[in-house]
């Protein structure tokens, strides 16, 4: 039993470039959420998913995309990366009958330069 | 953008100590107040949470203190140790269902030894 697994763990990309930061659990939980953690900035809602086929926009979504095709996996696609984007990100899961316990990813920090 | 004010921003507590760790919040729709712990480059992991029907809540060496009235709730590490010496979040959901968190700034902890 893996919980969260992010990937990859380090990025660097240059200013317009696009990538996909991949999340996958499985534990079967239904909630999915990408955070990012700036300094003094705490952990920022981007996206979140309630359910396969299900997406929303959470506290700061411009510039990021996201799909859930399957319960299991959360992929974040950035469009045309930019500096504002360099920061940790964080995919969390969260089983609907366990209110409020979010399982985290190890992160994945990413540089654009 | 309904806030979770966390304070202090860093907190330095001999060993043996008692750390505080307090944050303060706005929205009265809040109804599940967890408190993360992340060491370096690891994801948040969920230490201790509370709701707004009970004051105090105790596991081990770590209690929460919730006050309705005055929209604060605070964590309490009793006879801190070294080992504890990582990033604390606490955070706020509103009981949409969504699992949509809101997390305070973050308090870096450090224990001397």
């Known amino acids: 039993n893996a919980g969260v697994t992010q990937t990859p763990k380090f990025q660097v990309l240059k200013t317009g470039q696009s990538m996909t930061l991949q999340c996958a659990q499985d534990?079967?939980?239904?909630?999915m959420s990408w955070y990012r953690q700036d300094p003094g900035m705490g952990l920022r809602l981007i996206h979140y998913s309630v359910g396969a086929g299900i997406t929303d926009q959470g506290e700061v979504p411009n510039g990021y995309n996201v799909s859930r095709s399957t319960t299991e996996d959360f992929p974040l696609r950035l469009l045309s990366a930019a500096p504002s984007q360099t920061s940790v990100y964080f995919c969390a899961s969260y089983p609907s009958q366990a209110r409020g316990e979010a399982f985290f990813g190890q992160g994945t920090r990413l540089t654009v330069v | 953008q309904q806030q979770v004010k966390q304070s202090p921003q860093s907190l330095i507590v001999q060993k043996g100590g008692i750390s505080i760790i307090n944050c303060a919040y706005e929205n009265t729709a809040f109804d599940y107040f967890p408190w993360y712990q992340q060491f370096p480059g690891k994801g948040p992991a969920l230490l201790i949470a509370?709701?707004?029907?009970?004051s105090e809540k105790k596991e081990g060496r770590f209690t929460i203190s919730f006050n309705k009235s005055a929209k604060q709730f605070s964590l309490h590490i009793m006879d801190s140790q070294p080992g504890d010496s990582a990033t604390y979040f606490c955070a706020a959901s509103d009981g949409s269902g969504t699992y949509k968190y809101i997390f305070g700034t973050g308090t870096r902890l450090k224990v001397l030894a």
């Open positions: 534990m079967n939980h239904e909630y």
């Open positions: 509370i709701r707004p029907d009970v």
